[in-house]
């Protein structure tokens, strides 16, 4: 009895060591958890490209509604004023009077606080600062400002510097929001006949859908056309030949590629409205597909019942202020379709 | 071998010649009970891929089956020009709670900040902006016949930079700060009754320091004012939370260091919920090499996700990861029983990573996937049923505002469905502000 009792404790201790990990963990005397050692910090990064991509598309948009110039100019004048106050210029009994002749449209004070002699250089100092964080535009300059003003760095040399060290150390999240670049793509689903799937996407989620034939599917009694979700990883090696297209006729130029790919009505309405929409405005487009290989690491989805045919037209574009000149010419080359086939045409943009 | 071990070796050799069903049976069991374990475990880390916030492979919508339809209003304004060339304006908009339906109400004809609606036809702007967006002034706006009418003028020497509407819309819960001066002199915490002008109290009064309060909400269930605090010399935001009562009696709730970022108040003001973080992690975003404070650890890396009970006092650790993983935009569900948040990899380039939304459950701290896409989302509101994601445009006003005074401005608006992944893009694209959803 005795020893049926020992032996079922030693069972017992073997269970509840797998049952419960946490207690497998901390139990160190088993070897099956070796505690890591304490924290370090990751290695330094770059961030250059994440402000950059930020500041192109929000001076796109000023720049496509007419309002650029007139919003760095406002931009500069309030900077200006912030300035102006700070160092003691609008103080005293005439403090509303004087915040308002700046401050406020047409203000009396307005250009004639832009050129005095103590705020125009800090100006230049918050100018300077921003261009190294930002591309050189008023409309953060602002911002830089402020933070600055608020935060208690003030307007000496040293107090600048910190800013500057402070700002250029923060994550793209940190400094300036969670404006990310927008990696969504699209699938397509075409059985031979009614056919239930399991979508497995990058992120371990899995869409139970009812795909048909036309290229439609259900989810709970809702009709659709595409599945979208995020790329897997959002690092890659750009391809290095691709084709370069013409920004003014974007439109015309993404029609051509829709066309040389044999894209079907729907797939390629969705292509030419995502990326008219999502590609920031630019004289020219670099644009190419990932090689096949790359297109599955990016990807990263699977189907039950699998498809026969997977097609993944993985686009890369870099928008480009000049035309290089190419060497050589570059085809967009259709992958064939057969039996039940799933389509996917997403893309990044590298900016 | 040790003696000891080879005797327990023969005896259990022994045990098994004399018990030879026992100890097959006894194997038999052990070995079933291997396979039907590891067979749970590799499920679970093909979900978890070490986070210990574990998206399940099924999408999950908030119960919402028993709530009526949802009568909100979501008010937004639209081209808000700051703008010295031309005369500033902001266009009011209202929609109803699916974004259809979409009204200009209404124009208001000045800067202003912190527009906030009362009711459908009147809202309270701060005007006559000056120095860091402070204000010399509140208006109330009609927008029936676009007239605002000043309800409160600031103190001498002081300029406006944030209030409150109490729930009953009768009273104001004003901050101030001395007028055209970032870090000397003075900061004010002001009732001011609307129903009668000369009924304003100083509930706060105190120099410009590391620990500037400041008003977020005020909570109907407790009926005190939240105070988050900020240094005005480099030390940042996030310096301590307080309550505040309308007598002027103050209190600590949450020391500095002891939260991450500003809490959030659920529906019926009887809980908060902050993110906070636990040092003991083993990746973290390191604090800049410099001396302020304004990026310190704490604030980098939130890591822990945390409930108050205001009524209780009783603090419920809901999520906490020590890999890597940080939390950040949460969002109370209109029940009070459920939060949103969104999960962030930081990642070896010192850069952070959006990996999805998920829905905390707040009775039993389970987290199930809520979104995939957070490419450039961040929730902002719930509206019709659905959560109202956004996409930020114009991050200006956010990077130099100590206390969030205004709302971001966003490119697109989505309702969301979680049942089927689908965004509904809604309202208009580009320059918007979501004023509030109500």
Known sequence: MKKLLFTTAIFLIFWLALIDHSFAQKSIKFGQ????????????????????????????????????????????QFLACDVYTYIGGCNGPSFVECSKGCYSYRGSQAQSVLTNPQVAPQISDFYDINSTLFQSYWIYTKAVGRFGLRNGFGLTTAGKDEMAATLQAMTCAERVGQLEHHIETPLYFYPLEKTALDVTLPDQSTVHLEALPDGTFNIQNQTYSSLAYNLKKTTYTPPEKGRIIDGSNLKQELQKIADELHLKTTEKSDFLSYWQQSLPQSPFYFVSLFPESEALKLTGWHIKPPPDSEIRYLFYFKPLTKKPTLNYSYHFTPIPRSGFTVLDWGGTIDW | MPEKLTQYLKRLKAFVRNHQKLSIALTGLFLLLLIILSKSTNTSNNLTNQNNNLPTTNTTSPNTSQTPPDQNTIYFAKNIIKNLDIPPTVELYTA?????????????????????????????YIGDLGFLDRGAAIYRFDSTNNAATKIYTASSGYQIESYLPTPNHQSLIIWEETQGNASLGQSRIIYQDLTTPTNKKILLEEPLSDQTKYPLFYSDATKKIYLDSYSVNRKGKNRGLFTLSLLGALNS?????DYSTQPI?????????????????????????????IFRESVRNPNQIKVLDLTTGQTSLLAENLNGLIFDNLLFLPDGNSLIYRTLQIEANRTTTPLSYQLLD?????????????????????????????????????????????????????????????????????????????
């Not at chain 1, 192109?56 to 007419?66: F, H």
């Not at chain 2, 259809?100 to 809202?123: E, F, M, R, S, W």
């Open chain 2, 265 to 293: 108040l659920s529906k019926d003001g009887r809980r908060i919920a902050y993110t906070s973080y636990n040092p003991d992690t083993r990746v973290k975003l390191p604090a800049p090499p410099v001396p302020n404070e």
């Open chain 2, 253 to 257: 709730v949450l020391p500095v260091n």
């Open chain 2, 362 to 438: 707040i009775s039993t701290k389970k987290s199930t996937l809520y979104s995939r896409n957070t490419n450039g989302l961040f929730v902002t509101a719930w509206s019709g049923g659905s959560s109202l994601f956004a996409v930020r445009s114009d991050l200006i006003d956010n990077l130099g505002s100590a206390a969030g005074g205004n709302s971001p401005i966003l490119k697109s608006t989505y309702l969301f469905d979680p049942a089927t992944q689908i965004f509904t893009k809604i309202l208009v694209d580009d320059n918007i502000q979501l004023i509030a959803v109500q």
């Open chain 2, 96 to 124: 109803d709670a699916q974004g259809n339906n979409i009204k200009q109400v209404g124009k208001i004809h000045a800067q202003a900040k912190n527009i906030k609606p009362l009711a459908i036809n009147t809202y309270l």
């Open chain 1, 33 to 76: 958890f070796t505690p890591t050692s304490s924290a370090s910090p990751p290695p330094a990064g770059n961030n250059i490209e994440c402000t950059i991509g930020l500041a192109e598309e929000v001076i796109t948009r000023y720049r496509n509604a007419n309002l650029l110039t007139a919003m760095e100019n406002s931009q500069r």
